[in-house]
C-alpha cells in the first residue's frame, strides 16, 4: 500500500490505498478474529454460532463490495479500452 517515499525537502511519505488490498486486508483480520472467537467459546464450552455468524456476515458483505467493484473496473476499462 505504501507505494513510494518522495522527499522534497524533507522526507514525506505517500499513500495510494488500493481498495482491493484494503479489502483482502479486513477479510484476513475477521476470518483471525472469527478463528479466535470460535476458539476460545469452544475451549470454555460455549456455543460459538451466533458470534462466527457475525464473522461470515462481515466478510459476505466486503465480498459483495469486493465483486461489485471488480466488474465496476472491468467495465470502466472496456469502455475506455484499456
Do not use: C, F
Amino acid at each position: 500500500m505504501l507505494r513510494q517515499a518522495v522527499p522534497v525537502a524533507g522526507p514525506e511519505l505517500v499513500l495510494q490505498l488500493e481498495e482491493m488490498q484494503v479489502a483482502a486486508s479486513a477479510q484476513s483480520a475477521i476470518s483471525a478474529s472469527g478463528l479466535i472467537v470460535e476458539s476460545y467459546a469452544r475451549y470454555y464450552g460455549h456455543d460459538p454460532e451466533s458470534l462466527v455468524r457475525e464473522s461470515r456476515s462481515r466478510r459476505a458483505m466486503i465480498d459483495g463490495w469486493m465483486k461489485n467493484w471488480v466488474g465496476l473496473q472491468t467495465q470502466k476499462h472496456a469502455h475506455h479500452g484499456v
